[in-house]
């Protein structure tokens, strides 16, 4: 599809393990986004891509967050030494140039036991 | 930064009638403003958006009005029916950065 695709669709790990969330964006869209939603809230800003300028990390939350996006496309969200709080559902969205409205994927929701 | 307060943040209305969700924004530098829509288990859908250069934007039975002065805007939803019924997100982008802010949700919910 033409949409942003995201995987897994469900995680279910254990505290202490390292989690990685993949994001495809919509083709060609060059502004990639990560958002972290907990249970019944807003979205929480994470981090934010832009071709090939320095990635907005302001969001994330802990040194234990990390993201990359390789070749301007995929982007991959890693968690590690997941903490029950990292719990939540984590978006992506993108955009063409940041300027025009984001597209969200159906996003990955996390569960830590 | 900036800082985006959504009203109510619960609703329900009877199929038929209106529905208004309202937003307040600080930052007077943000100048674009969308509103999504957000299914359980889906993420946010865009239903609309405004820019600072007006004041008004309507789409069917969707609208949505800003008033700069005050720094607020508003979604207008007619003749609301069933699949209206989901959480409504609005958010504000500054010409100064590169993020979005939301409000923290209204859940609608349209009664037949």
């Known amino acids: 599809g033409a949409g942003v695709s995201q995987s897994p669709s469900n995680k279910v790990t254990e505290k202490g393990k390292d989690v990685e969330l993949r994001c495809d964006p919509i083709s060609g869209h060059t502004a990639l986004y990560w958002y972290r939603q907990s249970l019944g809230q807003g979205l929480e800003f994470l981090i934010y891509f832009q071709g090939n300028s320095a990635p907005d990390k302001s969001g994330l939350p802990s040194d234990r967050f990390s993201a990359e996006r390789t070749g301007g496309s995929v982007s991959t969200l890693t968690i590690q030494r997941t903490q029950q709080e990292d719990s939540a559902v984590y978006l992506c969205?993108?955009?063409?140039?940041?300027?025009?409205?984001?597209?969200f994927g159906d996003g990955t929701r996390l569960s830590i036991l | 930064g900036e800082n985006v307060e959504q009203h109510p943040s619960t609703l329900s209305v009877q199929e038929g009638d209106s529905a208004v969700i309202k937003c307040t924004y600080s930052d007077s530098a943000s100048n674009y403003f969308p509103w999504y829509k957000q299914e359980l288990g889906k993420g946010p859908q865009l239903i609309i958006d405004i820019r600072s250069n007006v004041g008004e934007k309507k789409d069917q039975r969707i609208a949505v009005t800003l008033n700069k002065t005050a720094k607020h805007f508003s979604l207008h939803i007619t003749e609301t029916q069933p699949e209206d019924s989901a959480v409504y997100f609005c958010a504000a982008r500054s010409n100064t950065g590169n993020q979005f802010y939301f409000g923290t949700g209204t859940s609608l919910t349209v009664i037949p």
């Open positions: 969205a993108s955009s063409d140039r940041g300027i025009q409205p984001q597209h």
